[in-house]
């Protein structure tokens, strides 16, 4: 059994006396809900001009992680980020008004913006919600050395107030977010005199530069890090498909893990290399590709790592030994897989500071992040009595155990 009922209850009710650090990008995600049937044309310029009837903000990116993390019930939240000094970063920490969040460590400098994902939104005739074109709000240059040092100087500040920390290195730019080399290397010197601290790395784009702490992507962020790790050339075709990777958790639609491409890995099982990568289906069920990645990024910082690949589940892999691939609970009927990833991070972190062990932390991610995708038109959140229901859910299917030789899990490499 991958996790035990009384487990989840165990861990469940730690989260209450956990005190979690946050670093990264924070975004706030503006809906903008335009009145249905109101087609209104521009008398300047003949074109559409959308007709709002709503607006909406919530807290995204490293938001949506602290959104994920107070409805399963946390009892302490710290963000260290850098906003603007301007309507947008008031707009966004009144969104954080009612969570469990100190926002003393959430710098406002005058001289960015604040990032922001508006997001226009139109209901249909048949009650489906269409989003249109996203408006991005967002400063497109390096953050400043002084909002670097006061980043760095926070992080240290809270460090010992921290049963663990959450890097969210949003931005695939080199250095436009917050996580950018300085407060990396910041990072870096805390958790080497503090190895026993929990530094869990969720990066869209640079994976490969963290060498330090517990690294998760989803399938195309791993085997993209694992091959520039195998000095992959930057004019490659993983290169180019990780600046649209999607930090949601991967496809909801991805490829079966029984039957997962590894078509373009070394057969023998060896490591992802430069020349391996081309024949990858970075978008599709390359599980076991991916799990061969995983092990070279764990062989790096010789801590558990993980991937997560859509409705097939989540990848997990022990300092020692090979990628698992734990299955996620598949769900029915509409999906929206915006903002997966972060909530299995929320499940899955919370509980490894709770005492889960990595493949309990993993499952408890994948039954967090089933509940979230099916919350349409919004980023999901989860709380715990919708956690042990879903739990009652699964383990009713357990007609079967879905690995082999009665396992609940699938070894993923050769």
């Known amino acids: 059994m991958l996790l035990a009922f009384d487990r989840l209850e165990t861990f469940l009710h730690q989260f209450p006396r956990l005190t979690i650090g ?44 602290l959104n994920n993390l107070a409805a399963l019930g946390v009892g302490r939240l710290l963000p260290v980020t850098v906003i603007g000094d301007d309507g947008r970063g008031f707009d966004l920490r009144r969104a954080l008004a009612n969570l469990p969040v100190d926002t003393t460590h959430v710098v406002a400098d005058p001289e960015r913006l604040t990032p922001t994902y508006t997001k226009p939104i139109r209901r249909l005739a048949d009650g489906r919600v269409e989003e249109l074109n996203r408006l991005d709000v967002r400063d497109r240059q390096p953050l400043s050395a002084t909002a670097t040092q006061a980043v760095g100087d926070r992080i240290a500040a809270i460090w010992n107030q921290c049963d663990g920390f ?59 890090a694992a091959a520039i790790d195998a000095k992959l050339p930057a004019s490659s075709p993983a290169t180019h498909a990780l600046a649209g990777g999607n930090a949601a958790g991967g496809n909801a639609a991805g490829g079966n893990a029984a039957g997962g491409n590894a078509a373009g890995g070394n057969a023998a099982g060896g490591k992802i290399a430069a020349g391996d990568i081309a024949g990858v289906d970075l978008n599709g069920g390359d599980v076991a590709a991916a799990g061969r990645a995983l092990e070279q990024l764990r062989d790096r910082t010789g801590r558990a790592a993980y991937c997560t690949c859509g409705d097939d589940g989540t990848l997990v892999v022990e300092p020692t030994g090979a990628a698992r691939l734990i299955p996620g609970f598949r769900v029915t009927g509409p999906i929206d897989v915006c903002g997966a990833g972060d909530a299995a991070t929320s499940g899955l972190v919370t509980s490894l500071l709770a005492g889960a062990t990595p493949v309990e932390a993993a499952t408890v991610g994948n ?48």
């Open 166 to 224: 959450i890097v969210l290195d949003q931005f695939v730019e080199s250095n436009w977010g917050v996580v950018n080399d300085g407060v990396r290397a910041r990072l870096a010197a805390l958790s080497a005199a503090d190895p026993r601290k929990l530094v869990y790395i969720d990066s869209r784009a640079h994976l490969s530069r963290f060498h330090f702490g517990v690294l998760k992507g989803n399938r195309r962020e791993v085997i993209a």
């Open 367 to 414: 039954l967090v992040a089933s509940i979230t995708v099916q919350q349409l038109g919004t980023t999901g959140t989860a709380r715990p009595d919708q956690v042990r229901s879903r739990y009652r859910e699964w383990a009713a299917t357990w007609a079967a155990p879905p690995g082999p030789a009665g396992s609940d899990e699938c070894s993923v490499s050769s």
């Open 22 to 65: 946050l670093v990264g990008d924070l975004v706030l995600d503006q809906y903008l809900e335009l009145a249905p049937g109101v087609h209104e044309l521009s008398l300047e310029t003949g074109l559409e001009a959308y007709q709002i009837t709503r607006v909406r903000n919530a807290a995204g990116a490293l938001g949506t992680v």
